[in-house]
């Protein structure tokens, strides 16, 4: 098949660009739309019959004299002296619409010019290379510049040991903020799938002392693979990459591009720290949304204003590559700027969420505290848990509590700290927390071997589940279990002292 295909773009010449190929499609369209407005049949036999008429006959004639124009006629004719300055009553129709479908091919052929040129509003410029064209813009801007409340010089004091804790990779252990590019992409759809190409890509990245944001795009399929010639080309230069949400579409869509153009991504193998996902384990417990365009407004203070909808982008550009405006074509190059932006900063902010404990509000302080414990950094996560239970407010932050004793309780315990497990679960079924007391229950039964006091946990327990209607729960088929078994080991041990037969002491 890719023979045959090669083959027959040998003989046929290929369009070139989409445009160019839409363009006679959209003319013959145009033109018997125009033809139907101006000789409307009324029957299907009349659309046949004047499909098949090539000019009137005497006795039509005839006809069309005693009744007047036809008007059918006359619009014709008018369409014809619109396009071609003449009409063309004494040629066969199909010869006339040979006539029009040619003159308005060409017309189609010609691109409109927006009002000003995108390279005017976007400050871009032309670049050329052995692929062929494409549009460049770049831009920098001091380190030192605030983004919202975030300085980007910020960058440069993150640690690559607060990137690995933020990934959860072990093998980030080198990775440099102050090294890495930051990559986002404007598509034609939002799908993903082979159909769905990247016409507009985003970089930033720090070069002496400033960021630098840089933005490639193809003003027509065309130019796509001179646009991934040059991204290879500055992407080699790196080893470590930043995106938000990259893993699930932007890198899987530019890897599929490259492939189509027989190239490669060059960063395929490289470091990717995807910061939807520490931003996720960060902040989503008090954030109603982790959206990029969220997370800048709650965490760096920043409000976009005429800003394009994502889901509106695509259409923009398909717009563009019509012939339309450039202009709100513009405001989507500025959108992608932001997110190149903010992305940076919500990395540079993570990092130092991690390494100085910026979390204040509970929920924040608990999300903080998980994720170092997910890093195995076993002295700061419990540092964070009781702080999580210092700032939480009695009444409000009952949840925050539950979990950040859980987890204390269950460190104690993993530790082998039985007394301290015991007091941070007796508090956490204090405060609510119904797995608590299958947990306190298990720690009095097989650790301090109160057989009493944990039968007693776990009356506790069935009357706080019937109260809170959790009856028919996994947690109330353990207990009830556990009880009845509980009972049976009293009532052995009750007979063995009835025979004087000594119990075993009891021991912590």
């Given at each position: 098949?890719?023979?045959?295909?090669?083959?027959?773009?040998?003989?046929?010449?290929?369009?070139?660009?989409?445009?160019?190929?839409?363009?006679?499609?959209?003319?013959?369209?145009?033109?018997?739309?125009?033809?139907?407005?101006?000789?409307?049949?009324?029957?299907?036999?009349?659309?046949?019959?004047?499909?098949?008429?090539?000019?009137?006959?005497?006795?039509?004639?005839?006809?069309?004299?005693?009744?007047?124009?036809?008007?059918?006629?006359?619009?014709?004719?008018?369409?014809?002296?619109?396009?071609?300055?003449?009409?063309?009553?004494?040629?066969?129709?199909?010869?006339?619409?040979?006539?029009?479908?040619?003159?308005?091919?060409?017309?189609?052929?010609?691109?409109?010019?927006?009002?000003?040129?995108?390279?005017?509003?976007?400050?871009?410029?032309?670049?050329?290379?052995?692929?062929?064209?494409?549009?460049?813009?770049?831009?920098?801007?001091?380190?030192?510049?605030?983004?919202?409340?975030?300085?980007?010089?910020?960058?440069?004091?993150?640690?690559?040991?607060?990137?690995?804790?933020?990934?959860?990779?072990?093998?980030?252990?080198?990775?440099?903020?102050?090294?890495?590019?930051?990559?986002?992409?404007?598509?034609?759809?939002?799908?993903?799938?082979?159909?769905?190409?990247?016409?507009?890509?985003?970089?930033?990245?720090?070069?002496?002392?400033?960021?630098?944001?840089?933005?490639?795009?193809?003003?027509?399929?065309?130019?796509?693979?001179?646009?991934?010639?040059?991204?290879?080309?500055?992407?080699?230069?790196?080893?470590?990459?930043?995106?938000?949400?990259?893993?699930?579409?932007?890198?899987?869509?530019?890897?599929?591009?490259?492939?189509?153009?027989?190239?490669?991504?060059?960063?395929?193998?490289?470091?990717?720290?995807?910061?939807?996902?520490?931003a996720r384990r960060l902040w989503k417990a008090r954030l109603s949304s982790c959206r990029l365009v969220h997370l800048e407004a709650q965490l760096?203070?920043?409000?976009?204003?005429?800003?394009?909808?994502?889901?509106?982008?695509?259409?923009?550009?398909?717009?563009?590559?019509?012939?339309?405006?450039?202009?709100?074509?513009?405001?989507?190059?500025?959108?992608?700027?932001?997110?190149?932006?903010?992305?940076?900063?919500?990395?540079?902010?993570?990092?130092?969420?991690?390494?100085?404990?910026?979390?204040?509000?509970?929920?924040?302080?608990?999300?903080?505290?998980?994720?170092?414990?997910?890093?195995?950094?076993?002295?700061?996560?419990?540092?964070?848990?009781?702080?999580?239970?210092?700032?939480?407010?009695?009444?409000?932050?009952?949840?925050?509590?539950?979990?950040?004793?859980?987890?204390?309780?269950?460190?104690?315990?993993?530790?082998?700290?039985?007394?301290?497990?015991?007091?941070?679960?007796?508090?956490?079924?204090?405060?609510?927390?119904?797995?608590?007391?299958?947990?306190?229950?298990?720690?009095?039964?097989?650790?301090?071997?109160?057989?009493?006091?944990?039968?007693?946990?776990?009356?506790?327990?069935?009357?706080?589940?019937?109260?809170?209607?959790?009856?028919?729960?996994?947690?109330?088929?353990?207990?009830?279990?556990?009880?009845?078994?509980?009972?049976?080991?009293?009532?052995?041990?009750?007979?063995?002292?009835?025979?004087?037969?000594?119990?075993?002491?009891?021991?912590?």
């Open positions: 098949m890719a023979d045959a295909i090669v083959a027959h773009r040998g003989q046929v010449p290929q369009p070139r660009n989409l445009r160019e190929t839409l363009g006679p499609i959209v003319a013959v369209a145009e033109v018997f739309s125009s033809l139907d407005r101006a000789m409307p049949p009324t029957t299907l036999n009349e659309r046949l019959a004047r499909m098949r008429r090539i000019t009137p006959t005497a006795s039509q004639s005839a006809a069309a004299s005693a009744t007047g124009p036809s008007s059918a006629s006359d619009e014709l004719s008018a369409l014809e002296r619109s396009l071609l300055g003449e009409t063309g009553d004494a040629l066969p129709l199909k010869a006339r619409l040979e006539r029009l479908i040619s003159v308005a091919t060409a017309r189609q052929r010609q691109p409109r010019r927006a009002n000003r040129p995108l390279e005017d509003l976007v400050s871009g410029r032309v670049v050329e290379n052995a692929r062929g064209r494409f549009l460049l813009v770049e831009e920098d801007r001091s380190l030192e510049t605030l983004h919202g409340a975030v300085p980007l010089s910020r960058l440069l004091a993150a640690s690559p040991r607060t990137v690995a804790i933020l990934a959860g990779e072990p093998d980030f252990a080198s990775f440099d903020l102050s090294r890495s590019v930051f990559l986002d992409t404007e598509t034609t759809g939002l799908a993903g799938g082979t159909g769905t190409a990247a016409f507009l890509v985003g970089l930033g990245f720090v070069r002496e002392g400033r960021f630098v944001v840089r933005q490639y795009f193809m003003r027509d399929y065309d130019e796509e693979a001179a646009l991934l010639h040059a991204l290879a080309e500055d992407l080699s230069g790196f080893s470590a990459l930043v995106t938000f949400n990259g893993k699930m579409f932007d890198i899987p869509l530019l890897e599929a591009r490259f492939r189509l153009n027989r190239a490669r991504f060059p960063l395929a193998a490289a470091a990717h720290l995807d910061l939807l996902h520490p760096l203070g920043l409000e976009r204003e005429g800003d394009v909808p994502g889901e509106e982008i695509p259409r923009v550009y398909f717009d563009f590559i019509r012939g339309g405006d450039a202009a709100l074509l513009a405001r989507v190059f500025e959108h992608n700027r932001l997110d190149i932006v903010s992305l940076a900063a919500l990395s540079a902010l993570a990092c130092e969420w991690v390494e100085e404990g910026r979390a204040e509000e509970p929920r924040d302080v608990l999300s903080l505290a998980r994720v170092l414990e997910r890093a195995e950094d076993r002295e700061r996560s419990g540092a964070e848990y009781r702080r999580a239970l210092q700032v939480s407010r009695p009444g409000l932050d009952d949840s925050v509590r539950r979990a950040s004793l859980a987890r204390l309780a269950a460190r104690a315990k993993r530790g082998g700290n039985v007394l301290a497990a015991v007091e941070y679960w007796q508090q956490a079924v204090d405060a609510g927390e119904l797995a608590a007391f299958r947990e306190l229950a298990v720690l009095h039964e097989h650790y301090r071997r109160d057989l009493g006091a944990a039968l007693e946990v776990v009356e506790r327990g069935l009357a706080s589940l019937l109260e809170a209607s959790a009856t028919a729960s996994h947690l109330t088929r353990d207990l009830h279990h556990r009880r009845e078994r509980l009972r049976r080991r009293l009532a052995k041990r009750a007979r063995r002292q009835t025979e004087d037969t000594p119990d075993a002491p009891s021991r912590l």
